[in-house]
């Protein structure tokens, strides 16, 4: 009989086991991940067919958030996974396997799924955004140049110590982007992220996240956070600043990503969001890590 199982941190090991069976690209396949958005959704999980397979589940519906995980794509892993979906979901259109890789595409078209692309990871050279070098990174030297030359702060390592501080300069950077867009769909983003962000730091120790702040005036101002997705790739998760203080935002990011012993640096997708993506592409990423969703035809 199927056994699901609600997501805790004791799933750790049995997660990276299954996620380290074969090789991933986009930021959603660490358990570091999966796990800081229980502040959003249900997570359950189960073992179908020797694959382990993640769902998510809210007052909407429920959806698969990576495809099932194992050595090899099962095709009755895949389609028990869709029966389990449709008997949450009264709309069958809301069952779906996010987070498909471009590789596994050809599975699931073969197989009679719709394959259409969500989004994609931007994911950057280390050391290009270390060097800065070059006129497309003109702009990003001179906004590192002038934070140095014209503020004295403190650059160092986040503390348990910090957290109230933290969430409350993105509950500061959060209302100021409300007053600028009153998008519903943006504000419900906003939303969401802080609940991510609070996890984040919630189990900051616990999942071994990496992070930065900056002080000036005692007050921290800037704060990145991120994770390990594997031995060559690392995602920046999170970069809060205070934009009233010019090239904060190019320095943490420069400084955190110099520390970090990756060839690639993951910066994640862009929401959909125009101005984000007009600032992930001014950091010159080498390559889109696409990201497709799976869908009964």
């Known amino acids: ?24 690209s986009l930021s959603a396949y660490a358990f570091t991940n999966i ?57 069958p259109v809301i069952s779906r396997i996010e987070n498909v890789e471009t590789k596994d595409t050809g599975f699931y078209k073969n197989s009679g799924y719709e394959v259409v692309l969500g989004s994609y990871d931007y994911v950057c050279k280390k050391d290009s955004l270390v060097n800065l070098q070059g006129n497309s990174f003109k702009s990003k030297r001179c906004a590192v140049n002038y934070f140095v030359d014209n503020y004295s ?67 921290i101002k800037a704060v990145t956070l991120g994770y390990r997705l594997n031995k060559n790739t690392f995602v920046v998760l999170f970069e809060v600043c205070d934009l009233n203080f010019k090239g904060i935002a ?6 955190f990503c110099s520390e970090l012993n990756y060839k690639d640096i993951n910066i994640m997708d862009d929401s959909g969001l125009d101005n984000l993506k007009r600032v992930k592409l001014s950091y010159r990423p080498y390559k889109r890590a696409e990201n497709f969703v799976v869908r009964n035809e």
């Open 153 to 219: 702060f403190k650059y160092r390592l986040y503390q348990e110590k910090d957290k109230k501080e933290c969430l409350d300069l993105y509950s500061l950077w959060m209302k100021e982007r409300k007053e600028k867009n009153k998008d519903r769909i943006y504000e419900k983003l906003l939303d969401d992220n802080f609940s991510v962000f609070k996890a984040t730091l919630d189990y900051y120790n616990k999942l071994n996240f990496i992070g930065r702040i900056i002080k000036i005036n005692n007050d």
């Open 35 to 91: 796990f800081i958005w229980r502040s959003i959704y249900d997570i359950f999980w189960a073992k179908i067919n020797k694959s382990l397979c993640v769902f998510f589940k809210d007052r909407v519906g429920c959806f698969l958030y990576l495809p099932p995980l194992a050595k090899e794509l099962d095709l009755k892993a895949v389609n028990k996974c869709f029966k389990i979906m449709n008997g949450f979901n009264k709309n």
């Open 1 to 24: 009989m199927m056994q699901f199982e609600r997501l805790s941190l004791n799933d750790k090991l049995i997660f990276e086991r299954f996620l380290s069976q074969r090789k991933h």
């Open 250 to 255: 190019q320095y943490i990011f420069r400084e």
